[in-house]
């Protein structure tokens, strides 16, 4: 052999056998070193995580009876896993025979166990593979013990009895809207939350409206794991290990069902006297409120039965609930409704005057009419009533007292603010004083869903004309200055729609024009004018209890300020509200109701709307002297206040009461002890 070759195939030998001992010491590292890494890899390969729904809390009413709860339902679920062992038509034989079973299309129930992966179109399952999938529950017990009798025929399928929501109804009340409703959790909502995109079945409810999604987090509880053991073909060995759900927090309302049931009624019974009387009124609102904060109820019309959503919703229960025709019933009106609040806003009005220097005692001219800027205003029925005090003017509802009232602040309050265009405006005096009793802003509630109103400060014009002018209904676009009557103020507001004129302040203050509240605001402003000036953030949820029954969290309503009136103007205002019951313009819808047992203090409210008819509004408070409860309803197109609101609150204040022959919903007006003991 030549050298030269010998030396090559050395160096060869070499080369190899340096890799043999690099590969040897990696070997030996894997082996030995670190086994026990490489183990745990390899052991989590060969199992798999599924999840197990927590049961979900509930929801009661103050006294403990559940509004929401969970009750147990046979449900049938699929095991594709297991059932992928069987051949193609293994797997489609099984389906078939399964599906009128379940009284299900055959298309449907293949939908309901297909995987969501890319290029599979919805519906399908979002959740683990190995997760179980529900496709029929609340099944027959004849259908339960079929498919359990003749399990060969039936390979993966199982039926279990399962938590599903239940909506119990106690003495009849049913807040759909403040309850809300529950819908299958969303990718969305995975991602938010960081749940892993395998981890959560997708028929894991999480909730979408009410107090079902304010207290989501603590209703839900904690969701447990099952650790199976799996083959390389995927298959289901064994269970090996896993962790057990926590049960959801109990969410304990101050909502009474008693009291709920009483507004409910009392709303219902005054739509139908509206129609009756030819107003095309289809929606409204009734709350009632402690004056601490607490809400007792909240009726919304019109309602619907909240168990709609727990089987999945059609296409025309959807058609119903978002319809307008149907008057939208999924909407909370008495936090999402905005009406005008009639002469119930006269309090604000009140305050604010006297705050500018208008002497609380003094005596305020009632004329028929007053011109203001060019423009007549009429007192409702044109009565001419002399002189008189702000007392006597809330008592027998006088406009055009605050009509001059609100000239006479606009004539002093920083006129050449009037038109300037800027959304940095100073806010009018007026005005000022209403933002502070809570209008024009969120009460906070522990609701998701909460309309903020409208006061026209010289902010909201400018903002309002800046949208208005040259975008949405583009009023330069469509105004004619000798046009129509629609369009000479559509020209109008093309040119000076930013600016607070006279007319508007005078409309503004018997609460009309422009402005708007929802009943939940109304009611909140008579809280704080009740209790002697604290305005709350109201509350719904009363303490959050655990499954084992202890106190997790008490809820109390936040202070949200107290208002910038003297107590002895809110005194005097208080005392004037009573006599609008007594020989104001409720007197003839209290006509007969036993005052000297509970006096009820109150203000109708009659706002008028183009092309409708007005707004029904009345407030109230009781007792006149110790105020424990407001009640306000509000009804749209639906005439005068003293006419259909007023009596529908006399019937609320009978049903809390137990008067005119009523069962009492809170004998002696006592609120229910809760669970922790602690009275409200």
């Not at 959801?248 to 409910?264: E, I």
């Not at 004056?291 to 058609?319: C, E, H």
Request: charge should be neutral; proline fraction near 7%; hydrophobic fraction near 40%.
């Amino acid at each position: 052999m030549i050298p030269a070759s010998r030396r090559r195939l050395i160096g060869l030998y070499a080369v190899a056998a340096a890799m043999l001992v690099v590969l040897g010491g990696r070997l030996w590292y894997l082996q030995v070193l670190d086994t026990t890494h490489y183990r745990q890899l390899a052991e989590v390969n060969q199992t798999r995580q599924i999840v197990v729904p927590a049961v979900r809390g509930m929801i009661t009413d103050d006294t403990g009876a559940p509004l929401v709860r969970n009750q147990t339902s046979m449900v049938v679920s699929v095991d594709m896993m297991r059932l992928s062992q069987q051949t193609s038509d293994g797997r489609m034989a099984v389906l078939a025979r399964l599906a009128p079973l379940l009284r299900l299309p055959d298309k449907t129930l293949t939908e309901k166990v297909r995987l969501c992966t890319r290029g599979v179109p919805a519906p399908c399952w979002p959740g683990s593979p190995y997760q179980p999938i529900p496709v029929a529950e609340d099944v027959s017990d004849v259908t339960a013990l079929q498919i359990m009798e003749e399990s060969r025929q039936f390979p993966g399928v199982s039926v279990q009895l399962q938590p599903v929501v239940d909506y119990p109804m106690p003495d009849g009340a049913n807040p759909a809207q403040v309850l809300g409703y529950l819908q299958p959790i969303t990718q969305a909502e995975m991602a938010k939350d960081h749940l892993p995109q395998t981890g959560f079945a997708g028929d894991d409810l999480v909730g979408q409206a009410g107090l079902e999604a304010q207290y989501n987090t603590a209703l839900t509880g904690k969701p447990g794991t099952q650790v199976v053991s799996v083959n390389a073909a995927g298959d289901v060995l064994a269970t090996v290990g896993g962790t057990a759900p926590r049960t959801g927090d109990t969410l304990v309302t101050s909502l009474n069902a008693k009291v709920q049931y009483v507004a409910q009624q009392a709303l219902n019974r005054a739509i139908v006297k509206a129609r009756a009387a030819g107003n095309n009124v289809n929606q409204g609102a009734a709350v009632v409120e402690t004056t601490g904060g607490r809400i007792l109820a909240m009726a919304s019309y019109p309602d619907y039965n909240p168990s709609v959503w727990t089987n999945g919703i059609s296409k025309s229960q959807f058609g119903y609930l978002f319809g307008t025709a149907s008057g939208e019933p999924v909407i909370n009106w008495a936090s999402q409704g905005e009406y005008a609040p009639g002469s119930t806003f006269k309090i604000t009005s009140t305050a604010a005057a006297v705050a500018d220097g208008f002497p609380l005692d003094g005596l305020y001219a009632c004329p028929a009419s007053t011109s203001i800027d060019g423009r007549t205003f009429y007192n409702d029925g044109e009565p001419n009533l002399g002189d008189m005090s702000f007392a006597e003017a809330l008592i027998q509802s006088c406009d055009t007292v605050y009509y001059d009232i609100g000239y006479q602040m606009w004539q002093t309050d920083d006129p050449a603010a009037n038109s300037e265009l800027s959304p940095k405006a100073p806010t009018q005096k007026m005005q000022r004083m209403e933002l502070d009793w809570g209008f024009g802003n969120y009460t906070g509630i522990d609701l998701p869903e909460e309309s903020i109103g409208t006061i026209p400060t010289r902010q909201w014009l400018y903002w309002m004309w800046k949208d208005n002018a040259h975008t949405g209904q583009n009023w330069c676009k469509n105004g004619q200055e000798y046009g129509s009557y629609v369009q000479q103020i559509e020209y109008q507001d093309c040119q000076s729609g930013y600016v607070w004129e006279p007319g508007q302040a005078a409309i503004a203050a018997i609460g009309q024009g422009y402005v708007t509240a929802t009943p939940l605001q109304l009611t909140n402003a008579y809280t704080a004018l009740a209790n002697g000036g604290t305005l709350y953030s109201p509350r719904i949820g009363e303490a959050l209890v655990s499954p084992a029954g202890t106190l997790v969290r008490k809820i109390n309503p936040p202070v949200i300020r107290h208002l910038p009136v003297a107590s002895q103007t809110l005194s005097y205002l208080r005392s004037a509200l009573a006599g609008v019951v007594t020989q104001g313009t409720a007197a003839g819808a209290f006509s007969g109701f036993p005052l000297n047992k509970v006096c009820v203090a109150g203000k109708t409210g009659t706002a008028q709307i183009m092309g409708k008819n007005a707004t029904s509004v009345f407030a109230s408070f009781a007792p006149c002297q110790d105020p424990k409860f407001v009640v306000v309803v509000m009804l749209p197109d639906s005439g005068y206040g003293a006419d259909a609101a007023a009596p529908a609150v006399r019937q609320i204040w009978d049903g809390i009461y137990g008067l005119e022959g009523k069962k009492a919903a809170l004998p002696g007006g006592k609120l229910p002890t809760i669970g922790s003991g602690a009275k409200r």
